[in-house]
C-alpha cells in the first residue's frame, strides 16, 4: 500500500496564493498527478510531475521531489472559482500495471 | 467531442437489490477505471481493466462486479452483497500516453 497525506482544508484570501502539500510513500514510483475538483463533479486534471522541479502551467504551479516523496500545488492569483477539493494522485508501477492512488483531497475556500 | 458518459447521475435503491451503473467512452481509451468517493476519504479503486475482455480487483472490490464486453463500455454492478454501497461513484479512462485520467461525471447511489 502507500501513504498519501495532504491537509484537509485551507482558506485564503481572492488574489492570494495558498500552497497545497502532499507526502507520499510508495514503491515503484511512477508520477505525481494533481487533480481539481468542484463539489458534486468529476476530477478534472491539472498537472503531472515525473521528474524532480518545478512545471508551471499558467495560475497553477506543482513541484516534485522524488527522494524526500513530498510535492505541492501553488495557486496563485486566487479567484473565486478555484474553491474545490485539489486531490493528489500518485502512479506507481507493479508488474505490468500502473496504478493511481488518490489522497482524501484539500478542500480550498477562497474569500472575497 | 470525446469523453466518458456515465449514468445515471443519481440512483436510488432499495436494501438487497442490484443496481449496474454504466460507463461509455469514446476517447478509444484502453484502460478503464472504476473508483469510489466517500466524504474526507481519498478516492478508492474498486476495479479496473486494461484492455477488452479483461479486468482486475481494485482495493474495495467486495460486493461489486464488472465486465468489460467493448472497449467503449465498463459497467459496475453494486451486488446487494456491497454492505455500504452509499457513495459517489467515478469512472475513468486513461490516455496510455500522457497517463491522464479522464472522469465521467459521476454517479451518487443512495441506498434507501
Known amino acids: 500500500g502507500q501513504n498519501i497525506d495532504q491537509p484537509t482544508e485551507m482558506t485564503a484570501t481572492e488574489g492570494a496564493i495558498v500552497q497545497i502539500n502532499c507526502t507520499y510513500q510508495?514503491?515503484?514510483?511512477?508520477?505525481l498527478f494533481w487533480y481539481q475538483q468542484h463539489a458534486g463533479e468529476a476530477p478534472t486534471f491539472l498537472s503531472y510531475?515525473?521528474?524532480?522541479g518545478l512545471e508551471e502551467k499558467g495560475r497553477f504551479s506543482s513541484f516534485l521531489s522524488r527522494s524526500k516523496g513530498y510535492s505541492y500545488l501553488l495557486l496563485k492569483e486566487l479567484q473565486m472559482k478555484d474553491s474545490a477539493s485539489y486531490l493528489c494522485?500518485?502512479?506507481?508501477?507493479?508488474?505490468?500495471?500502473?496504478?493511481?492512488?488518490f489522497g482524501a483531497g484539500t478542500t480550498v475556500t477562497v474569500r472575497a | 467531442d470525446g469523453g466518458i458518459t456515465q449514468s445515471p447521475k443519481y440512483l436510488f435503491r432499495k436494501e438487497g437489490q442490484n443496481v449496474t451503473l454504466s460507463c461509455e467512452q469514446n476517447?478509444?481509451?484502453?484502460?478503464m477505471y472504476w473508483y469510489r468517493q466517500d466524504p474526507g476519504q481519498g478516492l478508492r479503486l474498486i476495479y479496473y481493466?486494461?484492455?477488452?475482455?479483461?479486468?482486475q480487483k481494485g482495493d474495495i472490490a467486495e460486493g461489486y462486479s464488472v465486465s468489460r464486453e467493448k472497449k467503449e463500455s465498463f459497467p459496475l454492478t453494486v451486488t446487494s452483497a456491497q454492505k455500504n454501497p452509499t457513495a459517489f461513484y467515478l469512472c475513468?479512462?486513461?490516455?496510455?500516453?500522457?497517463?491522464?485520467?479522464?472522469f465521467g461525471e459521476g454517479s451518487r447511489l443512495t441506498v434507501l
Open positions: 494522485a500518485v502512479r506507481r508501477k507493479a508488474s505490468n500495471d500502473y496504478k493511481l492512488s
Open positions: 475513468a479512462s486513461r490516455n496510455r500516453n500522457t497517463g491522464e485520467l479522464f
Open positions: 510508495t514503491s515503484g514510483f511512477n508520477g
Open positions: 481493466s486494461q484492455i477488452v475482455n479483461d479486468f
Open positions: 510531475n515525473v521528474l524532480d
Open positions: 476517447l478509444n481509451h484502453d484502460a
